[in-house]
């Protein structure tokens, strides 16, 4: 079964430095994508950045980024130059390529809330 | 384009009674994923639909169910409604749901039965 674990249900950092979350992965699937989902106070799910597992150059996008160690099944988010805005529950997840040549369900971890302070 | 919409924001309802909630998705996404957020279970999984067909199922009851519209509309219904049934319920759509595709959350709808 494939499952998703972070393992810190808190982070704080201050405005304009840097954090960086865990997440740890199990799977058998070769051939799957890991995402980092942000879901604010409002609670609509953001998609914060995607990884392909075949592509061994690290993703990012603007001041997120992400180290992927397919070895070690690790893919932890670094964000740079934090803003307050960046308040919010962080999630992990993970899908894979089925046989019907569809995506699976994402499967999510529990969460990081992460705190920006002043 | 329009985000994906879910219709209506906030329900309460009490044990034993039925709800139908309704996801509209961004226009020209054929597939729309259904996700119960609580607390203690955190985000799971309950079906996936495309083109009016269910592709995926999560692990929930048979009372969890839900349908695809020709126009991608998608509504799921939950009978004999639970306590534990108390969640947020999240729609995602995506164009076809491959791998390659991103999924687009909409809101959610706060349901919360007493």
């Known amino acids: 079964a494939q499952t998703v674990t972070q393992s810190q249900p808190e982070m704080s950092v201050q405005e304009a430095e840097t954090v960086t979350l865990s997440c740890t992965y199990d799977t058998s699937e070769s051939d799957y994508y890991l995402f980092w989902y942000k879901q604010p106070p409002s609670r609509q799910m953001i998609l914060v950045i995607r990884?392909?597992?075949?592509?061994?150059q690290n993703a990012t996008e603007n001041r997120f980024s992400v180290n992927f160690q397919k070895a070690a099944k690790s893919f932890s988010l670094k964000i740079s130059d934090s803003q307050l805005g960046d308040a919010a529950m962080y999630f992990c997840?993970?899908?894979?390529?089925?046989?019907?040549?569809?995506?699976?369900?994402?499967?999510f971890g529990t969460g990081t809330r992460l705190q920006v302070t002043l | 384009k329009a985000g994906v919409t879910q219709t209506p924001r906030y329900l309460i309802k009490t044990r034993g009674q039925q709800v139908t909630l309704s996801c509209s998705p961004i226009?020209?996404?054929?597939?729309v994923s259904w996700y119960q957020q609580t607390p203690g279970q955190g985000l799971q999984f309950l079906f996936e639909?495309?083109?009016?067909?269910?592709?995926n199922k999560g692990n929930f009851p048979g009372r969890f169910s839900g349908r695809q519209f020709s126009n991608s509309r998608s509504e799921m219904n939950v009978s004999t409604l639970e306590l534990g049934d108390s969640a947020l319920y999240l729609c995602a759509s995506s164009p076809r749901g491959r791998i390659t595709d991103t999924q687009y959350f909409g809101p959610g709808t706060r349901l919360t039965v007493l």
């Open positions: 226009s020209g996404h054929r597939s």
């Open positions: 990884q392909e597992a075949y592509k061994q």
């Open positions: 639909y495309f083109s009016e067909t269910q592709r």
């Open positions: 997840a993970y899908t894979y390529l089925r046989d019907t040549g569809t995506a699976s369900k994402l499967t």
